[in-house]
């Protein structure tokens, strides 16, 4: 059999993506940067045949992942029509425990895109120029699941049409294309597993619940000014903007879950308890240390890296008591997929 693999890493939007329409479409730009430590590593193996697809999720048949990949792979056969002659093998491997109540979509996407677009090359016989080859790939990742769009690029990245950045598309992700100011070229995530258990709604149902939530349309302008304001901030080094902006991302995210029909909440006592923390520990420190979160209880710690052995004893001494098992991961801001075989 031949055989491709790669290594995509996931990421954490501090500007978010929440709400989609047509062929998973955000209804607003986002912006992220995108990690190190969690990765997923898809490995892709195929043979002549009929249009077969299995796969393994960590060596093992999983279900879920199973009936996400199988749809992944209905929707993308049109910009893949050489599928149907091909007998393909995915085996996917996560950096960071299953268990941790990590979302692996990004990443796992990511990785599966960017195997069939160089299963494209191998078997059509023609290389894509680099940039395009990644548009592509930012495209198909962005059918398996939105946030993985961003996940082919390192670094900041924004996915979805942005009136400030020409370059910027609803249909892939791109790598910010203005300089980032020195001080958040070093940025680190400590993620604070607060609730490992699987999240009672999924965001692909917090997606829907936003076609007809009454706050949505005065949502999608927020995003767009929020963007604009971030990019003012990465530009000059405005950290105390650039963490008021995302805390307000995050906690906007959960109180739209909240208030939408049904709404639902997400977060746990524990996420409140280091919101809370970590907002005293800013004021009295003056360290631009701030939170964001998922669609999840989990809370991303983020700081710049020369304040990390002083953010590091906080966690220690006050936020590891809410984390289940006191379990964190210590993530930051990392490099673009990488080709890690054929
Ligand atoms: C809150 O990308 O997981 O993490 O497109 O349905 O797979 P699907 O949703 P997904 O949504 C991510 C939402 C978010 C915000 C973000 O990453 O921008």
Redesign the pocket.
């Known amino acids: 059999m031949n055989k491709i693999s790669w290594q995509s890493p996931s990421n954490i ?1 501090l500007v ?3 709400g ?1 329409h047509g062929l ?1 479409l955000p209804s607003n730009p ?1 912006l ?1 940067f995108t990690l190190q430590a969690c990765h997923t590593r898809s490995e892709l193996e195929w043979e002549n045949g009929t249009g077969r697809v299995e796969l393994l999720f960590e060596g093992l048949q999983n279900e879920k992942f199973r009936l996400r990949v199988n749809n992944f792979i209905e929707n993308i056969r049109p910009h893949f029509p050489f599928l149907e002659e091909l007998d393909i093998f995915f085996n996917t491997t996560n950096s960071f425990p299953h268990s941790a109540g990590i ?1 692996s ?2 990443s796992a996407m990511s990785s599966l895109a960017l195997c069939l677009c160089s299963l494209e090359e191998a078997v059509v016989n023609r290389k894509l120029p680099e940039a395009e080859f990644f548009r592509k790939a930012s495209c198909i990742a962005r059918l398996g ?4 769009a961003r996940s082919v690029y390192g670094g900041w990245v924004l996915w979805g049409s942005a009136e400030s950045v020409a370059e910027s598309s609803d249909e892939y992700a791109i790598p910010l294309p203005m300089a980032v100011h020195e001080c958040f070229s070093r940025m680190c995530d400590t993620i604070l597993i607060v609730d490992e258990s699987p999240k009672a709604v999924s ?2 149902e917090g ?1 829907r619940l936003m076609q007809s939530h009454p706050f949505a349309s005065r949502r999608f302008d927020q995003a767009h000014e929020h963007i604009d304001l971030v990019l003012k901030a990465l530009a000059v080094g405005d950290e105390d903007s650039l963490a008021l902006i995302t805390e307000n991302e995050a906690l906007g ?1 959960h109180g739209l879950m909240m208030t939408a029909n049904p709404g639902y909440i997400l977060l746990k006592p524990g996420t409140l308890q280091i919101i809370d923390k970590i907002r005293r520990f800013r004021a009295a420190s003056g360290m631009p240390a701030f939170f964001t979160l ?2 999840g209880p989990n809370v991303h710690l983020i700081y710049p890296e020369r304040i990390a052995e002083a953010v590091q004893a906080f966690i220690q001494d006050e936020l590891l008591l809410y984390c289940s098992r006191k379990q964190r991961i210590d993530d930051r801001i990392g490099q673009d997929p990488h080709k890690t075989g054929y």
Do not use: R, V
């Open positions: 939007a978010k993506y929440w989609k998973q986002s992220s979302a979509s990004a699941s939105g946030s993985a965001s692909s997606h995210l998922d669609a």
